[in-house]
């Protein structure tokens, strides 16, 4: 190997603690901490995003099953996080590598500077040869704040470092077309180049397969799309033979030749071309995965889009007409003017992040209800809600007559507004 990698590798909590159990599995996590260590050797960067605080914690305080009720839950990852950051730094320790801990909430990314200043941190650290190890602040974290599910927050991170390659380790060997564990007859995925065209004949509805698991397969989906909108190949694999990462990105940078143009295809092209990638896995002797390849630097977001687009929470909508639509998507990009907007949807507060929407207008300038509207992309507004029901549908120049003052003429300026990649 010779270019040197900035790699995230995520751990699902089965993969750390037994399921039945609770118990440490320290076997795993030693060949996780070796296989780091040689990463680093090589001279790639590792972030570790690691999942298990509240499984540890529940094991710590002899309860059996995660409670229902939110405050118990943050109570136990509370206790848990401590102890699964000890058994982490006590087991790097033996190979002389210092840790870090990074809990975080989407509180924390709220803004830009915010943002950039974990990407600081992080970067920071890595130059000081420190392992950071990443999980959501699950004793802070509520749902309006929450990443949700460490799948998702693994995604961010891997953004937010500008990551080559992000590892979402699991209890299953690679995405199959139907849980495996309910279905024997279930055909391994190996290769996704175009996770956006969907993937024919391939169901991941049933969940989390144990019962200390987040989202299953179905948040993984939603990790591998998110960063390959950032430019990152995403791989899943299982946890128990963690050496294999360094056997896939060998793979990857000398043998395979990614063909993403060719898309997914029909169901029979899509399988022929899992016959194809499976027979070069074994021509190669590298073990089962899945890879999802990544949007090339023509449709990979820019940091602030992604930011925008994944990174915020989003409140309420505005909705445009399409001839303005097809303006903010030109290429002289101009930001978004009140004459645009056709109607507002909930409540949000200014510089909060919105959903933007295209609706067709009627004569008297009003909402076509209709005519269904389509979600487009996201803009962090200038204006409250209730500041653009008054300004809707007029000129800039307006806005200071109705409200009486003006923040801007503009409802959200170009660097707010974020569209998902155009193909
Ligand atoms: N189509 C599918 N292919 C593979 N696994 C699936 C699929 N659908 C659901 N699953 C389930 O997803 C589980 C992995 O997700 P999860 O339990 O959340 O693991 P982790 O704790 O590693 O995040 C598997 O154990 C499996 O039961
Ligand atoms: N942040 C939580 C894990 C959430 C989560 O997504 O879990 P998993 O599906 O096991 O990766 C914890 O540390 O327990």
């Known amino acids: 190997m010779t270019k040197a990698y900035t790699i995230v590798l995520k751990l699902g909590s089965s993969s750390l603690v037994d399921e039945s159990t609770k ?37 710590a305080l002899n309860i059996p099953h995660k409670p229902k009720q939110l ?15 000890a058994r982490w730094n006590m087991l790097f320790s ?15 990314i709220l803004r830009w500077n915010q943002y950039n200043n974990a990407r600081n941190t ?34 961010i991170t891997a953004a937010l470092v500008g990551a080559d390659f992000l590892f979402l380790l699991t209890d299953v060997d690679c995405l199959y077309t139907d849980n495996p564990r309910t279905n024997p007859h279930a055909r391994p995925i190996v290769l996704v180049p175009e996770l956006s065209e969907g993937l024919p004949g391939v169901n991941t509805s049933s969940g989390s397969g144990s019962e200390v698991g987040t989202g299953g397969m179905r948040t993984k989906l939603i990790a591998a799309d ?33 063909s993403r143009a060719a898309g997914n295809g029909s169901q029979q092209r899509f399988r022929e071309l899992q016959d194809a990638e499976l027979a070069a896995l074994r021509r190669h002797g590298v073990p089962l995965h899945t890879k999802f390849l990544a949007n090339d630097t023509k449709h990979k977001l820019k940091n602030r889009e992604f930011w925008i687009l994944h990174g915020l929470t989003t409140k309420g909508a505005i909705v445009i ?29 200014e510089l909060e992040c919105v959903n933007l929407e295209i609706g067709r207008r009627l004569s008297n300038g009003d909402l076509d209800a209709s005519h269904p509207v389509q979600s487009v992309g996201r803009v962090r507004s200038n204006y409250t809600s209730l500041e653009l029901a008054k300004i809707k549908g007029l000129p800039g120049e ?16 170009r660097e707010n507004i974020a569209f998902p990649p155009q193909f």
Not at 48 to 59: E, P, T
Not at 98 to 107: M, V, W
């Open 23 to 59: 118990e440490p599995k320290l076997s795993t996590m030693t060949l996780i901490v070796e296989t780091v260590t040689n990463l680093k050797r090589m001279g790639h960067k590792v972030i570790i995003v690691s999942s298990g605080g509240i499984a540890v914690g529940l094991d």
């Open 71 to 85: 405050s118990q839950v943050q109570a136990i990852a509370a206790v848990g996080q401590g102890r699964l950051i």
């Open 94 to 108: 033996q190979y002389g590598e210092e840790t870090a801990q990074i809990l975080l909430t989407r509180n924390d």
């Open 122 to 155: 992080i970067n920071e650290l890595l130059a000081m040869g420190v392992i950071p190890i990443v999980n959501e602040n699950d004793t802070l974290s509520i749902s309006e704040i929450e990443f949700g599910d460490n799948d998702t927050l693994s995604a």
């Open 226 to 258: 998110l960063a390959s909108n950032a430019g990152i190949e995403t791989i899943v694999m299982n946890s128990d033979r963690p050496e294999y990462v360094l056997t896939i990105v060998d793979y990857i940078q000398h043998h395979f030749r990614p």
């Open 321 to 349: 007409d399409e001839n303005s639509y097809d303006r903010l998507l030109c290429k002289d990009k101009t930001s978004l003017a009140p004459a645009a907007v056709i109607a507002v949807r909930d409540n949000f507060h």
């Open 398 to 413: 307006k806005i200071h007559d109705v409200l009486g003052y003006s923040v801007s003429e503009f409802v959200a300026h």
